[in-house]
């Protein structure tokens, strides 16, 4: 069965940027751990709801277990009492927020 030609680049045309992902040029390596997985399913099987939907009056399931003090800003990584439950789309609006407030220097942004 015959295949589909590979798109060519055309000498004159600019090579494409390399896309670079901030958010897990900061990511700690302990995240794919058996003792982080056991840790997490943990914590949801106690808090399955998100807590920032629950505070809205909403009832969501939990997807993602965040660490209230970010790690690389001194938080305790296995440290229960720095877990909280939270659906996708809260985790990353929390997320986005540290970002916008992480000081100079600390996790590779803002140069």
């Known amino acids: 069965m015959p295949s589909l030609p590979k798109p060519v680049r055309r000498p004159w045309q600019p090579a494409p940027a390399k896309r670079v992902y901030e958010q897990h040029t900061a990511r700690s390596p302990e995240y794919g751990t058996a003792r982080w997985q056991r840790a997490r399913a943990a914590h949801l ?7 920032e939907c629950t505070k809205q ?3 969501t ?3 993602v277990v965040d660490h209230i ?3 690389r800003l001194g938080g305790a990584f296995y440290d229960s009492s720095n877990y909280q439950s939270l659906c996708r789309p809260c985790h990353q609006a929390k997320s986005a927020s540290e970002r916008l ?3 100079k220097g600390v996790g590779g942004q803002n140069p």
């Open 61 to 63: 399931p939990a997807t």
């Open 69 to 71: 003090t970010p790690v």
């Open 101 to 103: 407030k992480t000081p």
């Open 57 to 59: 009056g909403r009832t």
């Open 45 to 51: 099987a106690t808090c399955p709801c998100c807590v």
